[in-house]
């Protein structure tokens, strides 16, 4: 199994209601690890990409755009930028480094399977990732899940109280 993962450095340095999301990130990777570890084989790529690539600079500006009311994907449109512009071809060397022939890839994002796929990664199966939503993460989750055709079931809207595993 494998969970792909991206630093998220606005989380770590900008002192905004933003950086309270950083709960929903670090829920997400360590549930991952949780689920890795029961299954008792696989592993989390840690990728160097800022969040969906568009980088430090442009992540404030469309945090400016989010606390004005657009969500995350107007935010990066009206700037300009893509929805998402992460790359896998990182990821797809370091499965063949590690000689790995096959994954189960632990996401929501079809982009992801798509993208691995494309770059010749045998994927057997995705499993869906689903952390519950806390204040901050919500309309998050419920653009990726409506506007970025992330397969997320509809119970993840309902509010959760400290944000575990649905």
Do not use: C
């Not at 990821?91 to 632990?106: G, K, N, P, Q, R």
């Not at 399977?113 to 045998?122: D, I, N, T, Y």
């Not at 952390?131 to 119970?155: I, Q, T, W």
């Amino acid at each position: 199994m494998i969970r792909r993962h991206f630093t998220w450095a606005a989380s770590t340095t900008l002192p905004t209601k933003h950086g309270e999301f950083l709960t929903h990130v670090f829920t997400d990777t360590d549930n991952a690890l949780a689920l890795i570890a029961r299954r008792g084989a696989g592993a989390v790529l840690y990728l160097r990409q800022e969040w969906r690539g568009i980088g430090l600079a442009n992540k404030i500006r469309a945090y400016d755009l989010q606390s004005r009311g657009h969500d995350t994907v107007d935010a990066n449109r009206l700037l300009g930028l893509p929805d998402d512009a992460r790359t896998y071809d990182v990821a797809a060397l370091m499965l063949e480094y590690l000689d790995v022939e096959s994954i189960e890839l632990l996401t929501n994002n079809p982009e992801k399977v798509s993208g691995l796929r494309a770059l010749g990664v045998e994927i057997e199966a995705r499993i869906p990732h689903v952390v519950a939503p806390n204040d901050f993460s919500r309309g998050y989750l419920e653009a990726k899940r409506l506007r970025m055709a992330h397969e997320l079931p509809s119970f993840v809207l309902p509010l959760a109280g400290a944000g575990g595993t649905l």
